[in-house]
C-alpha cells in the first residue's frame, strides 16, 4: 500500500489544522492506521492511532485536542488537530500496519508498522 499524507502548514498557536492520509490498494480496510510525528532533532513518535474496530488511541499530548477518522470508502484516514501548541511542530507521518486484523487496539511503536507515508510538516508559531 501507498500512503500520501498533505494538509500540513504553518498556523499560530491556538489554531487548527485538518490532515489527510491517502492510501492505495484494496486492503486498507483491513490495516490498522496510525499518525506520528518527528520534531527535529527527536525520535518519531506515536500521536494517534485507528484501528479495524473502530478503537481509537491518542498520545497524552494530543489527547483531547486532536480526533483521528477514517473513511474505508475513500481509503482515506484523517487527523484533525485543534488548539495547536508550538510543542505540536513536527513533520506528521501516516502510518498503516497489516497485521492491524489480528489486533482490537492500534499499536504505537514505529517498528510495528509497516507502511509509510512521506510525512507533512506542521509549524506552530507562538
Known amino acids: 500500500v501507498q500512503l500520501q499524507a498533505s494538509g500540513g502548514g504553518s498556523v499560530q498557536a491556538g489554531g487548527s489544522l485538518r490532515l489527510s492520509c491517502a492510501a492505495s490498494g484494496r486492503s486498507f480496510s483491513r490495516y490498522n492506521m496510525g499518525w506520528f510525528r518527528q520534531a527535529p532533532g527527536k525520535e518519531r513518535e506515536f500521536v494517534a492511532g485507528?484501528?479495524?474496530?473502530?478503537?481509537?488511541t491518542y498520545k497524552d499530548p494530543v489527547k483531547g485536542r486532536s480526533t483521528i477518522s477514517r473513511d474505508n470508502a475513500k481509503n482515506m484516514v484523517y487527523l484533525q488537530m485543534n488548539s495547536l501548541k508550538p510543542e505540536d511542530t513536527a513533520v506528521y507521518y501516516c502510518?498503516?500496519?497489516?497485521?492491524?486484523?489480528?489486533?482490537?487496539?492500534?499499536?504505537?511503536?514505529?517498528?510495528?508498522?509497516?507502511?509509510w507515508g512521506q510525512g507533512t510538516l506542521v509549524t506552530v508559531s507562538s
Open positions: 502510518a498503516a500496519d497489516r497485521s492491524g486484523s489480528a489486533y482490537y487496539t492500534p499499536r504505537d511503536r514505529t517498528y510495528e508498522y509497516d507502511y
Open positions: 485507528i484501528a479495524t474496530s473502530g478503537f481509537i
